[in-house]
């Protein structure tokens, strides 16, 4: 449904993350994980087409519909909050407000008569007439109390602007949904209730971010890890990705202390043999001493903490 090809971003200056391939399916549930700084949100942005890729491409069918998470509460202030969700399906509220135009005028001819019936229809095509309905039970849903629904945005404090652009998001449930931090300035009943409909109302694409370790282990399908300039695909919640990629860790960390003791070993042999009869084989030995520290300076990039299982390991190279 949405297909990842070699990408890669750097961002003032820095590398995010590069040679990514995903192919992203209708039903999963992504939560992109990775420490701060790593590119989580500009990934989501590169997903929505707000940035564009240093490198490859993200492949979307024209036919699916993809919506997204926006921080633009300012530009719907004077706006009444029903009407800010309903906005969320675009070819819906053009229609209903060219609709509201034609009828304002004194005269219709015969052109605007027909084109008012095209409207309708396009109105009706998209429930348009329990709308008005729908957008209320979303509001109400994420705490946003009915005698609101019809003032304008502007009566709202941020918190629960956000709320609003959050239901107008998931009205019109789109193919794919893109949302970063969700639960923020929600309370535990909306949280749970926007738990629920995403994971079993939303049957699409859903790539989300959030530092609810709850909220993700129980909605998450899958989780995309960035990490060292990769990003990983793991099947399961949040905890299976710990287990999984502790176990990951611990075998890195072993091939690492196997590299260390053959390098040690291998420039005892070199200083011992050196000066003597041996100069092709120390030569062979130099060369693949050199292989040898390039993979450890790759994996440790010189100085690597290591977490395993709450323990740490330090390995200096």
Known sequence: MLTINSLAMIYDSKLLFTDVNLNLNKGNKYSVVGANGTGKT????????????????????????????????????????????????????????????????EILDDVSGSKLGELEQIIADNDGYIAEYIAGELLTSLGIKEEFHYQNLS????????????AQSL???????????????????SICWLENYLKYSFKGVLVFISHDIT????????ILDIDY?????????????????????????????????????????????????????????????????????????GLVLILILGKKYLLVK
């Open 155 to 166: 009566v709202l404090s941020g918190g629960y602007k956000l709320r609003v652009l959050l």
């Open 215 to 222: 909220f993700v282990n129980n909605l998450a399908t899958h």
């Open 171 to 189: 009205f019109d449930n789109p193919d794919i949904l893109l949302l970063d931090e969700p639960t923020n300035h929600l309370d535990i009943n």
């Open 229 to 301: 300039g990769e990003i990983r695909e793991y099947v399961g919640n949040y905890n299976k990705f710990i287990e999984q990629k502790q176990a990951i860790t611990e075998q890195k960390l072993h091939e690492l202390c196997y590299m260390e003791r053959k390098v040690t070993k291998m420039k005892k042999f070199m200083e011992k043999f050196r000066a003597g009869t041996r100069a092709k084989q120390i030569k062979s030995r130099e060369k693949l001493l050199e292989k040898l520290n390039y993979l450890i300076s790759r994996n440790l990039l």
């Open 42 to 105: 500009t990934f989501l942005k590169l997903l929505t087409g707000e940035e564009e890729p240093s490198h490859g491409e993200v492949i979307i069918p024209k036919k699916l519909g993809v919506g997204w998470l926006k921080q633009d509460q300012f530009r719907y202030e004077n706006t009444p909050i029903i009407n800010v969700v309903i906005a969320g399906k675009k070819n819906l509220w053009q229609a209903i407000c060219e609709k509201e135009e034609l009828l304002a005028r």
